[in-house]
């Protein structure tokens, strides 16, 4: 699913910071008033990165941490001027976050965390009872808490998200709302910055209606709402689209523009998911047919609707491209081209997480057998491999690494201007009793 963040013409943008202005001025004395927000509020250090008021490539109201409003607005803006789209990854445990914001600091460069329902059950617990998704309420908002938390700590800016979420699954995105409302009193910002609401299933009418809704009540704190149309074919977290008719896979740019007229009135903070091809998983070469030329055409339908209030570069809408693991790099980059703004990763993290977990299995497999005994001897103990941080520590380097690929491919290397980080000290390693993972 290309994913269509109908970006602001220019005058748009303008009002847009005014009326954020009016919202947020009595809350927060200034654009990066919440910088450390989330370190000083635990009282953790905030030293150094983390307490950066800007970056030197970015806009000025881009700061270290979770984004919503204007800064977020502003980022994605100067990804489509700038020809880069950020890479957005689905995460199922802080093990998976701590990896994505270890990447988004090496390759310098922000990231767009997420949750799906099922993700964020399983970061709540299986255990734990489901009912009404309560399970997943808390789930996401736990991982919420440790993104703020963490992403200051990386000294990069984030975007807290959540993925498809379907109309059965609609009490799910009710129960982060009210988090958020809560978080807005007391901090004057969500406590996440965007929410996709996935009714492509629906008819058209009842998908839009049901989105201005929820654009009524996100819009009013800054937050972003994406929604859908057409189908991602595949099949991810428990929703299988392998049998779709092919016709679904394709957007119109007449339903693009159908959705632009009926949401902007209420907000300009919405993206649109415009299907081009896109599936969810990895295939066989062949089997999967991207027409991002799909998205050059809906710019350019759409451009000539808006007539002067068109932006000058003929581009209206930020894409968003999701599916995007096992694409060719040639139509990744040509889908930038025509303005998206990000990818979706998720089947790709998964595996290099796994093959992290399966490369250090096979190097010590011999040490992993018993609790005692191997190759060194037969009373020799094995606790420094057994521990779970080592298998752990290397399937969150594995995904680092992948990670630093989809940066390469995506043109966001180097976009925050603050260089290479300097090497982390104090750690767990092989002098210490841990192994070179």
């Given at each position: 699913?290309?994913?269509?963040t109908?970006?602001?013409?220019s005058?748009?943008v303008r009002?847009?910071s005014?009326?954020?202005?009016?919202?947020?001025?009595?809350?927060?004395?200034?654009?990066n008033?919440?910088v450390?927000?989330?370190?000083?509020?635990?009282?953790i250090p905030?030293e150094?990165?983390c307490?950066?008021?800007?970056?030197?490539?970015?806009?000025a109201?881009?700061?270290?941490?979770?984004l919503?409003?204007q800064?977020m607005?502003?980022?994605?803006?100067?990804?489509k001027?700038?020809?880069y789209?950020?890479?957005a990854?689905?995460?199922?445990?802080?093990?998976?976050?701590?990896?994505?914001?270890?990447a988004a600091?090496?390759?310098d460069a922000?990231?767009?965390?997420q949750?799906s329902?099922?993700g964020?059950?399983f970061y709540?617990?299986?255990s734990l009872?489901?009912?009404?998704y309560?399970?997943?309420?808390?789930?996401a908002?736990?991982?919420?808490?440790h993104?703020?938390t963490?992403?200051?700590?990386?000294?990069?800016?984030?975007?807290?998200?959540?993925?498809?979420?379907?109309?059965?699954?609609?009490?799910?995105?009710d129960?982060?709302?009210?988090a958020?409302e809560?978080?807005f009193k007391k901090?004057?910002?969500?406590?996440?910055?965007?929410h996709?609401?996935?009714?492509?299933e629906?008819?058209i009418?009842?998908?839009?209606?049901?989105?201005?809704?929820?654009l009524?009540?996100m819009s009013?704190?800054?937050m972003?709402?994406e929604m859908e149309?057409?189908?991602?074919?595949g099949?991810?977290?428990?929703?299988?689209?392998?049998?779709?008719d092919?016709?679904?896979?394709?957007s119109k740019?007449?339903e693009?523009?159908?959705?632009?007229?009926?949401l902007?009135?209420i907000?300009?903070?919405?993206?649109?998911?415009?299907?081009?091809?896109n599936?969810?998983?990895?295939?066989?070469?062949?089997?999967?047919?991207?027409?991002?030329?799909?998205?050059?055409?809906?710019?350019a339908y759409?451009?000539?609707?808006?007539?002067?209030?068109?932006p000058?570069?003929?581009?209206?809408?930020?894409f968003?491209?999701?599916?995007?693991?096992g694409?060719?790099v040639?139509?990744?980059?040509?889908?930038?081209g025509y303005?998206?703004?990000?990818?979706?990763i998720?089947?790709?993290?998964?595996w290099?997480?796994w093959?992290?977990?399966?490369k250090?299995?096979?190097?010590?497999h011999?040490?992993?057998?018993?609790?005692?005994?191997?190759?060194e001897?037969?009373?020799?103990?094995?606790k420094?491999?057994?521990?779970?941080?080592e298998?752990?520590r290397?399937?969150?380097?594995s995904?680092?690494?992948?990670?630093?690929q989809c940066?390469?491919?995506l043109k966001?290397q180097?976009v925050?201007?603050?260089?290479?980080p300097?090497k982390?000290?104090?750690?767990?390693?092989?002098?210490?009793?841990?192994l070179?993972?």
């Amino acid at each position: 699913m290309a994913v269509a963040t109908i970006a602001i013409a220019s005058k748009n943008v303008r009002a847009f910071s005014v009326a954020l202005n009016k919202v947020f001025v009595p809350v927060k004395s200034s654009l990066n008033s919440n910088v450390g927000g989330m370190s000083d509020e635990l009282g953790i250090p905030c030293e150094e990165e983390c307490a950066l008021e800007a970056y030197p490539n970015l806009p000025a109201s881009v700061h270290p941490g979770v984004l919503s409003g204007q800064a977020m607005l502003d980022l994605l803006e100067d990804a489509k001027t700038k020809g880069y789209a950020i890479p957005a990854v689905n995460c199922v445990t802080s093990s998976s976050i701590n990896a994505c914001l270890e990447a988004a600091r090496k390759n310098d460069a922000p990231i767009i965390i997420q949750f799906s329902s099922g993700g964020s059950q399983f970061y709540g617990g299986k255990s734990l009872d489901n009912t009404n998704y309560a399970a997943a309420i808390a789930g996401a908002v736990s991982g919420a808490f440790h993104v703020r938390t963490m992403a200051e700590q990386y000294g990069v800016p984030v975007i807290l998200h959540t993925d498809h979420c379907a109309k059965k699954l609609l009490p799910w995105i009710d129960g982060l709302l009210d988090a958020s409302e809560r978080y807005f009193k007391k901090h004057g910002e969500p406590l996440f910055s965007s929410h996709m609401i996935d009714l492509s299933e629906e008819p058209i009418e009842e998908n839009i209606d049901i989105c201005k809704d929820y654009l009524k009540r996100m819009s009013t704190m800054g937050m972003i709402l994406e929604m859908e149309l057409g189908i991602t074919g595949g099949e991810e977290d428990g929703v299988n689209n392998e049998d779709v008719d092919i016709e679904d896979l394709y957007s119109k740019p007449e339903e693009i523009y159908q959705v632009y007229e009926e949401l902007s009135p209420i907000s300009p903070l919405f993206t649109i998911a415009a299907a081009f091809g896109n599936v969810h998983g990895v295939y066989s070469p062949g089997n999967v047919r991207l027409e991002p030329k799909i998205l050059s055409r809906a710019q350019a339908y759409i451009s000539d609707k808006l007539g002067n209030n068109a932006p000058a570069d003929k581009k209206p809408v930020m894409f968003v491209f999701h599916g995007g693991s096992g694409s060719d790099v040639s139509d990744i980059q040509e889908a930038i081209g025509y303005g998206v703004v990000k990818m979706n990763i998720d089947t790709d993290t998964q595996w290099s997480y796994w093959s992290g977990i399966k490369k250090f299995e096979a190097e010590y497999h011999d040490y992993l057998q018993t609790q005692i005994g191997n190759p060194e001897g037969p009373e020799k103990p094995n606790k420094k491999h057994y521990d779970p941080r080592e298998c752990i520590r290397s399937a969150e380097v594995s995904t680092v690494e992948r990670l630093e690929q989809c940066y390469a491919d995506l043109k966001c290397q180097n976009v925050l201007g603050l260089g290479a980080p300097s090497k982390a000290e104090n750690i767990l390693g092989p002098r210490r009793g841990g192994l070179p993972v």
